[in-house]
Structure formats: C-alpha cells, structure tokens
C-alpha cells in the first residue's frame, strides 16, 4: 500500500476511467450482437458523444474498487461497471433536455440534443438504459446467473420509480413544475438519497454482490455507499453556488435560478458543509471491518467531499 493512499486512489480513478472508457469505446460500435439487425449510425454516434470520453466515471469506480475487497477479477467488475456506467449516462442525456434542465453543455462538450438534436438525444438514452441491462445480464459479468439477476434486479430498482427517475420527478415538483410545494430537510434528504444516492449506493453493493460478500460486509458497504451518495450531492450543490464552470465543464448557479431545493439553501452553505463533513466521516467508519484494504475506498470519500469539478 503506498504511503499516501489519496495519490494512489487518484490513480486508480485515472486507471478506471479509463479502463471504462476503453470498454464502452469497443462495446459501442457497429459489430452486431446476436438478436440485432442493425445499428443505425446516427443513434450509434449519439450514443458514444454521450457515454465514451470525459467523466470521472466514479460510479464504476466504486464498483470495481468495492469487488476488488473480494479478489473479483477486474474485468468482470468492469463490464459491471461500464453497465453502471450507461445508466448514469443515459440520465444526463434526458436531465440536460430542454423539458428537464435545458443544458447546453456536458463534460465541457455540446449536450447530446445540442450535438444531434432532441428526438436523437431522447433515442441515444433510451438506448443507453436498455444496452446497461444487455451489458449486466451477460455471462462474462458472473458465471451464477443468479448473481446477474440479482445485480439487474439491484440496478433496474436503483434507475426506476423509487429511484433516480422518482428522485428526479420530486426534483422537478421541487421546483415548482407541478405546484407549490416547500420542502423540508427530510424531504431534500429523501429526493437527493433517490436523485443522485441510487446509483452510487448501487455501484458499492454491486461489488458485494460480485464478491459474494457477507451480511456484515454487504452491510459495511451499504451504509459507506449511502453516505458518499449524499456527500456528493451536498458537494455538487455547493459547487452549483460557487464553483468555476470552465472547471465543471456545466454552467453554475442554475439551481439557485430555479429555486431548487437542496441542503446548502436550506440549511446555509457552512452548515451543508458542516454536514458534509459528518457524512464523510460516517462513510469512512463504515469501512473498518476492511481494515487496511479499504484505504483507497477512504480515499474516494474525502475526494467526493473535496472535488471542485
């Protein structure tokens, strides 16, 4: 282990992103899979400006540093991974439309419906979303196929109605969109734990999964991946107030614009940060019956509470 485990886990990020990158660089091409007739080009190139290049491909990463816990080969938490991967992409894809957050920019490049154009974007998700279960249902992911359904079950759950989509839904009544309604910091809480905390609780106990971890593992893993969900949209919020959009890539101040509910406008910007802090902290206790083995994942806690991209 090297002596400061922060520079490793930045290298292992690198290493993942890139390793992900690289896989869905050479899934997302026009060779067929069996049961396809074809690959229409244009929903192929959207599909790629929208998954392959840029990101920090942190969900991917906590999945496959989580099975690495349990001697996992790499490959197959990357294929996971990228599967991971695609519905985060796919959500981007349909949240920076102009019906949800009318965003221009991803990444630092043109969002899909500015680079194509809405009905290709709204295409290029859908897309994305369906080729991720294609992607965890596959062989090469766990050899149990019981395992596969249980991670396509885990994921379907995390992505849908008591999920992402549900999160975002209580994100745009949040604002507004439907009637007036005045959050509290329990409700916030709730959205944010769905919105955001989903996938990335998922991308932890996935790696349990893939381990064939124990209750108290799968449990350890579980609260670290429910407290690093929160940190990041608490982090994310306060990069959305103060952060440089040339470094994010994405404009800022919009949710301020909106009048979206979030932590650091309930709660004021020292307190959210106060509570950022504290969930770190949990996640980081969460991780002691992995002793030493869980530095990196220790790591990736501060980096989340730290980011300023």
């Known amino acids: 282990m090297s002596h400061n485990p922060f520079s490793e886990f930045m290298q292992r990020l690198d290493a993942a992103a890139a390793d992900t990158d690289a896989l869905l660089d050479g899934l997302l091409t026009e060779r067929l899979v069996p049961g396809e ?6 929903l192929l190139e959207a599909m790629r400006h929208a998954a392959v290049g840029g990101g920090k491909r942190l969900r991917p ?17 990357l294929l996971a991974g990228a599967a991971l991967e695609c ?12 019906a949800m957050d009318d965003d221009d920019l991803r990444r630092g490049r043109p969002t899909v419906h500015k680079a194509f ?3 290709t974007a709204i295409l290029a998700g859908d897309a994305l979303l369906t080729f991720a279960f294609d992607l965890m249902s596959r062989a090469e992911v766990h050899a149990d196929a019981n395992v596969r ?45 769905m919105k955001t905390g989903a996938l990335i609780r998922f991308g932890c ?50 949710d301020a614009a909106r009048g979206k509910a979030t932590l650091p406008a309930l709660l004021g ?21 992995f002793g030493e083995k869980a530095a990196i994942l220790k790591a990736a806690a501060r980096f989340i509470a730290e980011r300023r991209t």
């Open 205 to 254: 106990r996935a790696g349990a999964m893939l381990g064939g971890a124990d209750v108290t593992q799968s449990g350890a893993l579980d609260r670290y991946g429910r407290a690093i969900g929160a940190a990041y949209q608490i982090a994310d919020d306060l990069l959305d107030e103060s952060g440089d959009p040339e470094a994010m890539g994405k404009a800022g101040g919009k």
């Open 37 to 42: 007739l074809a690959r229409p080009a244009r």
């Open 87 to 98: 519905v985060h992409c796919y959500s981007l894809v349909h949240d920076d439309l102009p």
């Open 149 to 193: 359904l249980q991670l396509v079950s885990e994921l379907a759950r995390a992505a849908g109605i008591g999920g992402m989509a549900g999160g975002q839904m209580l994100d745009l009544a949040a604002e507004g969109r439907f009637e007036k309604k005045k959050l509290d910091e329990k409700d916030v809480t709730i959205l944010q734990a």
């Open 117 to 119: 154009d809405e009905a």
């Open 269 to 289: 910007a020292e307190t959210a940060k106060k509570h950022l802090g504290a969930l770190v902290a949990d996640a980081q206790s969460a991780l002691e019956p």
């Open 61 to 77: 990463f906590l999945l496959v540093e989580a099975a690495a816990l349990f001697g996992v080969p790499r490959g197959q938490a």
